[in-house]
């Protein structure tokens, strides 16, 4: 069973662009979700996260947009950049995120110069 | 501060042979967890850590695969025998208060 849905699988956008990243989840106890960014041979890292309380947040060029009656949230990447190519993955947790991590698929995003 | 730390990196072996991964939590750092990841997919917890004791090894397969975790620090992971399926990444993550810190991962090979 897989509890988030992560779509596309692959994105190519030009510089400049924005990129966009949708997830989708089933378990309406998640109440943490992050987006972690994975570049090739790394560990993912944590790149911004949001609780259900907000339906938006911003940190410098990556915003999370979060509808809690859908049970969707989504990454947004304005103004993208090559080095912004990496696999994003969106996942969810339980108890403010004290919970294990349940991970989306993971989308490969091309930043074309 | 000084991250998640694996070892080896990358390890390649037989089928039926066994292998075992290190992993060196972020200091204080009450949680851990191993997660797999195969190529091409997000990764999936096989077993999580509280301290010392276990708090969901739900996925781990069990009658190959074994954790543990001394003195509430260090872990290994190890898979005896391996199967070709086992090829994958396997990572290492440590939380304090929910935001996971991941290690460079651990490529296995199994040929």
């Known amino acids: 069973q897989q509890q988030v849905k992560q779509s596309p699988q692959s994105l190519i956008v030009q510089k400049g662009g924005i990129s966009i990243i949708n997830c989708a989840y089933e378990?309406?106890?998640?109440?943490?979700f992050p987006w972690y960014q994975q570049f090739p041979g790394k560990g993912p890292a944590l790149l911004i996260a949001?609780?259900?309380?907000?339906s938006e947040k911003k940190e410098g060029r990556f915003t999370i947009s979060f509808n809690k009656s859908a049970k969707q949230f989504s990454l947004h990447i304005m103004d993208s950049q090559p080095g912004d190519s990496a696999t994003y993955f969106c996942a969810a947790s339980k108890d403010s995120g004290y919970s294990t991590l349940t991970f989306g698929k993971g989308t490969m995003l091309l930043v074309s110069p | 501060e000084a991250g998640v730390a694996q070892s080896p990196r990358y390890k390649i072996i037989e089928k039926r042979q066994s292998v075992a991964f290190w992993c060196n939590p972020i200091s204080g750092h009450a949680t851990l967890y191993w997660y797999q990841q195969i190529l091409g997919q997000g990764p999936k917890l096989l077993i999580q850590f509280q301290n010392n004791g276990v708090v969901d090894d739900s996925q781990l397969p069990k009658d190959r695969f074994s954790a543990e975790r001394l003195k509430g620090v260090d872990s290994t992971l190890k898979i005896q025998p391996a199967k070709l399926e086992d090829s994958a990444v396997y990572l290492c993550?440590?939380?304090?208060?929910?935001?996971?810190?991941f290690g460079q991962g651990t490529r296995l090979t199994v040929v």
């Open positions: 993550a440590s939380s304090f208060y929910g935001e996971a810190f």
């Open positions: 378990n309406t106890a998640f109440d943490y």
């Open positions: 949001i609780r259900p309380d907000v």
